[in-house]
């Protein structure tokens, strides 16, 4: 959305209020129309309109457009201003939550683009409550946005060729938003890191794979996206040599240790409320910096996985010397007696 320069709050004043809030403030994206609200009271009275917030929202994220998601925010302490002001910036997990209980009632906003064109949204409501906690929180975290046999069609094509270039654009040319939003607490968050951090195609399925990934660090975990996108044949790859129409088989949202395992549905549940309390940042190069992040993750489970194969491999080594040294003592003692 474009931004224009803001007028001085006495000069604006002139100005009829409807005109001030059709033609401009409309054309304002959600940070420059929050700093334009501090310029003066009465643009300040413009400006927390909830119309115009809700307008803004839902452009911004057409799914949470839900009577759900609705009558989540109309809770909110300023509605839709708080929503965006929650759902807008990168979130970090900063909140101490590991004396809290997990939360209940999420519900999930999903939006998935590609080069800038909308091709799916979707919005589930997480089942943990009464009744079915148990087996939920006991068992591994997994969000599955489609049904087992749900494809979504799309208008992307594999041209055929060069594999890696396509695997690469598509990197580059899709993008996720996944908003968590907590009716009881009546907070909200975009877990995504809404550039995707890497593609690759998994060799089991032939389907490729797109991670849109939020590091929590303290936890040592990663809150992964993934979106699998294959050929719109069911059960067939896509031809290498031909192409053929994509198909967007999966979207998911699972929370995985540094061993790459998912974790259960209490330690993810208290994980994603961190993240929902956690500490806002709207810096421009959050997309890189995320995507940075992720690389340094991967690097550090590298490590992680060599040293506990070195580990492994000295508990072996010991367990075999004193296996022989044992098995050379009982010998020893049977030929001396």
């Known amino acids: 959305m474009a931004t ?183 907070r909200a968050a975009n877990i995504s890191s809404r550039k995707a951090v890497s593609a690759r195609r998994n060799w089991l399925t032939g389907d490729l794979e797109i991670r849109f990934s939020t590091i929590v660090t303290a936890a040592a975990a990663e809150v992964a996206a993934v979106v699998s996108c294959g050929s719109a044949e069911a059960w067939k790859e896509v031809d290498e040599e031909v192409g053929g129409e994509i198909h967007v088989r999966d979207v998911r949202l699972q929370v995985e240790d540094i061993e790459g395992k998912c974790m259960k549905g209490r330690d993810s549940l208290v994980i994603l409320q961190g993240l929902l309390e956690g500490k806002r940042s709207c810096k421009d190069d959050e997309e890189r910096r995320a995507k940075e992040r992720y690389e340094e993750y991967v690097r550090m489970k590298i490590q992680w996985r060599e040293n506990k194969e070195r580990k492994e491999k000295a508990q072996d080594t010991i367990c075999m010397i004193f296996g022989f040294s044992l098995f050379v003592l009982l010998w020893s003692f049977i030929l001396l007696r």
Request: net charge negative; hydrophobic share 35%; with cysteine.
């Open 4 to 186: 224009v320069d803001v007028i001085n709050g006495d000069s604006i004043s002139t100005l009829h209020s409807d005109i001030i809030q059709t033609q401009i403030l409309t054309r304002l994206d959600g940070p420059t129309l929050a700093s334009t609200a501090t310029t003066s009271s009465y643009l300040q009275t413009l400006c927390t309109e909830e119309r115009l917030w809700q307008e803004l929202s839902i452009a911004t994220w057409p799914a949470i457009n839900d009577p759900r998601v609705v009558q989540a925010i109309s809770s909110f302490p300023s509605g839709y201003r708080s929503f965006f002001a929650d759902s807008y910036p990168f979130t970090e997990h900063t909140w101490q939550s590991e004396k809290h209980d997990p939360p209940t009632g999420l519900i999930s906003a999903v939006d998935l683009y590609y080069r800038g064109e909308i091709i799916y949204s979707k919005v589930q409501e997480m089942e943990t409550e009464k009744g079915k906690s148990g087996w939920f929180l006991s068992s591994p975290f997994r969000v599955d946005i489609l049904d087992p046999k749900e494809s979504v069609q799309t208008r992307i094509r594999y041209p055929g060729g060069d594999y890696e270039a396509w695997v690469k654009e598509m990197e580059e040319s899709m993008k996720l938003n996944w908003i968590f939003i907590d009716p009881i607490k009546k």
